[in-house]
Structure formats: C-alpha cells, structure tokens
C-alpha cells in the first residue's frame, strides 16, 4: 500500500509539474486583454497617491493592485511581470490547498489534490491573467487554514487581505463570520467581524463609483448560462456531459467498491474545510442577484479553496477492488486529457495550427505592433491602446510611440480644424460585433468628412485597423 502511494505521489508532482510548466511557458503566448490592461492603466502608476485616485473609480478593492505596484517597482513593468505575479500567487495557492487537504485527510489524499489544485481548469485559467483571482485563491486558502487551526490573530489577517483583494472575499467572510458566531466559535467570529471593517470603510471611501449605476454593469441576472459557465471553469468543457458520466462512474464504484462512511455530509468537514460558509455565501449572491445582479462565473473561483480539499476527502471514502481502481484511473486520465488539451486553449489559442494571439476576444497586441510609428490614431478604444502601446514598448517589440492614440472627441475636433490631415488611421480591437459597433460612429464621421477608409489588417481577427485618407488626396486609376 505505501509502495503504491509512493508511486502515485511521484505521478501526480511531475503531472502537477507540468500543467504549471506549461502555464509559465505560456506567459507571453497572447497579448494582454482589455481586464489586464486595466490592470496595467490602475497599478502601473508613477506613485501611490496616483494609484489610489485610479482605484477610487474601479470595481474592485485595492490590495492586488496596491501590491502589483509593489512588484512593479521592483522587478519592472511588463507583461511578463504582470502575469508571473499570478503564476506565483498560483503556486503558493495550490501548495496551500494541498496542505490543507492533507491535514483534513491525511497523506492518501495528497496525489488527488495536487492534481485537482495544479490542473484543474478553474486555477489553471487565471494562472498567467493578469488579474486578482490567483491571489484571492491564495489568501482564502490561507483563511481556512488558520481558521482549521483555530488561529485567530493570523486568520483575521487573511480574511482581511481577501476583503480587500476581491469584495466576493468580503462577501464570503461576512458569511464566515456570521456562521462561526451562529456556532457560538466567539474568538473566530470576532477576528473576521474586525478583520473586514476595512474593506467596509473602502467600500464607503469609493461608494460614489461603487454605488452608481456604472459598477458591475456588464453583469446579468442569473440564469442556465452562469450555472454552465461556472461549471466550465471548474471542470472544463463539456461540464453536463461530465456530471453525467461522474454520476455513471459513481454508479459502477458502488457495484465494485464499498463505501466505508459518508464524509459528503460530515458536518465537521463541511465546516472545518468551509464549505459551509462558503455554499452560504454563493447561495446569497446567486439569490440577490436577482435584484442587483453580482455573480459572474469567474468570481466564484473564491469558493475553490473550500471545494477542493472537501473533493479530496471524498478519496477516502471508496475501499475498491482492483477493477474499480483501473476504473478510477482511467477516469482521472481522460479529465486530465481534457485539461491539458482544452484546458488550455484560452492560454494558447490556435487558428490553422498557428497561434492567433487572441485572448478573451482582445488583440491589442497586434493593432499595437501593426499601427507602430503612424501618427493621427483614433480609437473607441484610445486608453486601451495606449496601454498595450507602452506594454509592447516595455517588451522591446515596437519603438517609442511618435503619439498617441486619441478618442472619438478629439477626433471630431481634429476634423473641424482649418486644417484637417491628409491620413489618419482608425483602430479597436475586441469581440466582433462589439468591435463594429464602437468603431462605425468614427467610420461615418470620416465619411461625412470626405475621407475613404480602406482596411489594412484584414488577416487579423478581433482587430481592426483603418486607413482613412482625404477625398482629394487619393489618386485615379
């Protein structure tokens, strides 16, 4: 028995080590999208009290970017040092959980957690992003441990870091708090109570952003969209045909193993992983959301540092026979196929066996480099490109930008000059028909103006890049 556990431990680190491998290679493989970019635009700034009069209008609390202009400073501004902030918030984070799981289940369970926290496609996704999500993963993780190990000094100073990284942190320690209290576990109730009074006074700090009908506007009433998304980014692609087959394997476990006990309803695991706050939590937002809509599938990453060591646990539960080992391995390897193949393709997207460099449906990059030394540039998108300008420009792949790229009001003006110019470029990049949409008001103007635009990136995709000259200047044919 120890000499297979041994085997399976060596198997699941290189496995593990490998999903992380190729996540780090994977750094650079796409341009930074319009979420990382304003990542770049809130953290990248020249000094603190800049930093938070940019935080003062935006979504989130200020720890990740507070800390992001930290690493900034120290280690250069780029798009590499950007995401590796991520993929080292992702290792500390799996480490945890595992760590977590193995002090809940002992060492049987470690194998299966290495895999689930290393390669499942939920870490794996926001590995290299840009974004709060693999730091938010970290500090939770480190929540429940102390919070497991009755810590309550360093607890609260988790649950504080994850209010202030992610307000679904918030969300999910104001249940915690309320849940400890409800069983009467004072000294913890009290640590997270104090520990989130400092994200309540941000919250009040930048409510009038928070507050207003500008924030989480892009989100929608829940419905069968968001439960399928939310189970694509745990699971991976084609997550109801998944369940189903999981529910079938379960099925087939029961005719050849046996189970020993019922830990998926164990109330001391579900509290002591913090499942239970943290299904609570889920619960309320899904249920409010309704009214003033909060949940979007990616912020539900928060619930992973619960789910996934309680997942593991469930390990224990099967003493199988042969047959239903070989059942269980084939099993794991197929999901793990699944993740290494489409688990990645938001991480490496792949046209005609090229890499398209697309992510999220952005290609900043490729305007960026496309449109390098040209004057007279608009765009719906001004702000966007002038970020991934000054990111292409930091990773030494176009020249310092001879100007900048100017809005849709400045381009107006510029057309009402005495003397407007000869050429002038258009540029956005984004989802298709959003992208025709934003750019068409600024095609009409030129229009109006007497100019012709004639397409000049037409091999790309998610990107569009106009040259627009005078009426009177063109030559006959």
Request: hydrophobic residues 50%.
């Amino acid at each position: 028995m120890r000499h297979r556990l041994h085997w399976d431990l060596l198997l699941a680190v290189v496995v593990a080590a490998a999903f992380a491998l190729r996540c780090l290679l994977l750094m650079d493989a796409t341009g930074l999208w319009s979420d990382e970019l304003y990542s770049v635009g809130k953290s990248f700034q020249a000094s603190p009290a800049a930093l938070i009069a940019m935080l003062r209008e935006d979504t989130h609390p200020p720890a990740y970017y507070a800390l992001l202009w930290i690493w900034g400073q120290v280690v250069g501004q780029s798009p590499i040092t950007l995401r590796l902030f991520s993929w080292l918030a992702y290792l500390a984070g799996g480490l945890v959980m595992v760590a977590q799981s193995r002090a809940l289940g002992g060492q049987r369970v470690v194998p299966l957690a290495l895999l689930l926290a290393f390669c499942s496609p939920f870490p794996v996704r926001f590995a290299i992003e840009g974004k709060s999500y693999a730091l938010l993963v970290l500090v939770v993780a480190l929540a429940w441990w102390w919070r497991r190990a009755e810590r309550p000094l360093l607890y609260g100073c988790a649950v504080a870091f994850a209010s202030l990284t992610h307000f679904y942190g918030l969300f999910l320690f104001l249940a915690t708090a309320f849940w400890d209290g409800w069983k009467q576990r004072w000294s913890m109730a009290f640590a997270a109570g104090l520990a989130v009074l400092p994200s309540l006074g941000w919250i009040v700090f930048a409510s009038s952003y928070l507050l207003s009908s500008r924030s989480g506007s892009w989100i929608g009433r829940p419905d069968f969209a968001l439960l399928e998304d939310t189970l694509a980014r745990g699971i991976g692609v084609w997550p109801i045909p998944k369940l189903v087959l999981l529910a079938v394997l379960l099925v087939l476990l029961r005719r050849w193993g046996s189970q020993r006990s019922q830990s998926w309803s164990d109330p001391d695991l579900l509290d002591r992983s913090g499942l239970i706050p943290s299904a609570v939590m889920t619960g309320v937002v899904v249920l409010v959301s309704f009214f003033k809509p909060l949940a979007f599938s990616r912020y539900f990453v928060v619930m992973l540092p619960a789910l996934l060591p309680w997942l593991v646990m469930q390990s224990l539960d099967w003493s199988l026979d042969r047959r239903g080992r070989w059942l269980v391995n084939a099993a794991l390897i197929v999901l793990l196929i699944s993740w290494w193949g489409p688990g990645f393709a938001e991480l490496d997207p792949v046209v005609g066996g090229v890499r398209s460099g697309v992510r999220e449906q952005d290609h900043f990059r490729a305007v960026s480099q496309r449109a390098a030394g040209l004057e007279e540039r608009y765009s719906p998108r001004a702000r966007l490109l002038n970020l991934s300008d000054r990111m292409e420009w930091s990773m030494g792949r176009l020249e310092q930008p001879v100007g900048s790229w100017q809005g849709p009001r400045l381009l107006r003006a510029r057309l009402e000059d005495t003397t407007p110019p000869a050429e002038l470029w258009l540029a956005s990049s984004g989802p298709e028909r959003a992208m025709q949409k934003k750019l068409r008001p600024l095609e009409e103007m030129m229009e109006q103006a007497g100019y012709i635009c004639a397409e000049e990136a037409s091999d790309l995709s998610h990107a569009r890049l106009l040259h627009c000259q005078s009426g009177s200047r063109i030559p006959e044919r």
